[in-house]
């Protein structure tokens, strides 16, 4: 199963809007609404910030939203802040293996 | 307040053993699958591994599937990951976390495992 293709990087300055891409195939993203994100600081656990494509947990500010077409996610982070510098990964429920995950995407808030 | 601690990463040889562990606290262990995931230097996320809350079952990504093992001790509240025949690209730092429908949450800090003579 590979991987599911984020862009590397991406950046914004503050207070504006980014968006991150997530693309799959039919076999994962296509099939299934269990599309998640993670937002990961260097030397730190990596944090659920949407689940089952849109729903964000508790605690979770409501400038981060996602969406889904096709094959392909999207997560869009809103008034930038500068804690919002992370690397964000998609990962989506794939049958088997279990769970496919992306390569990352550095976002960097200039 | 949940937290996942993982330990037991180390330098190993190619070839060599290491057994990691996932110590649990804050939730009912007993009650969830868990999962290990993995990242290798510079890489992105991959997922591992992820075990039945009683331990009856548990699956595993092509590139570990009769190299590792996962097992759980729900008295100690512990996961284990038993990785045999270690090879280079099985360097990585090492996440557990709670399953949770499709997604993992919480994860651990990690614990980095180094393949190399």
């Known amino acids: 199963q590979s991987a599911l293709t984020q862009p590397p990087s991406a950046s914004g300055s503050p207070g504006q809007s980014v968006t991150i891409s997530c693309t799959g195939t039919?076999?994962?993203?296509?099939?299934?609404?269990?599309v998640s994100w993670y937002q990961h600081h260097p030397d730190k656990a990596p944090k659920l910030i949407i689940y089952?494509?849109?729903k964000r947990p508790s605690g979770v500010p409501d400038r981060f939203f996602a969406s889904k077409s096709g094959n392909t996610a999207s997560l869009t982070v809103s008034g930038l802040q500068p804690e919002d510098e992370a690397h964000y990964y998609c990962s989506s429920y794939a049958g088997r293996p279990n769970l496919v995950f992306g390569g990352g995407t550095k976002l960097t808030v200039l | 307040e949940v937290r996942l601690v993982e330990s037991g990463g180390d330098l190993v040889q190619p070839g060599g053993s290491l057994r990691l562990s996932c110590a649990v606290s804050g939730l009912t262990f007993s009650s969830y699958w868990m999962h290990w995931v993995r990242q290798a230097p510079g890489k992105g996320l991959e997922w591992v591994s992820r075990?039945?809350?009683?331990?009856?079952?548990?699956e595993y990504a092509d590139s570990v599937k009769g190299r590792f093992t996962t097992s759980r001790d729900n008295a100690k509240n512990t996961l284990y990951l038993q990785m045999d025949s270690l090879r280079v690209e099985d360097t990585a730092v090492y996440f557990c976390?709670?399953?949770?429908?499709?997604?993992?949450?919480?994860w651990g800090q990690g614990t980095l495992v180094t393949v190399s003579s």
């Open positions: 976390g709670r399953s949770v429908g499709a997604a993992v949450d919480p």
């Open positions: 089952e494509v849109t």
């Open positions: 075990i039945k809350y009683d331990g009856s079952f548990a």
């Open positions: 039919s076999s994962d993203i296509g099939n299934y609404n269990y």
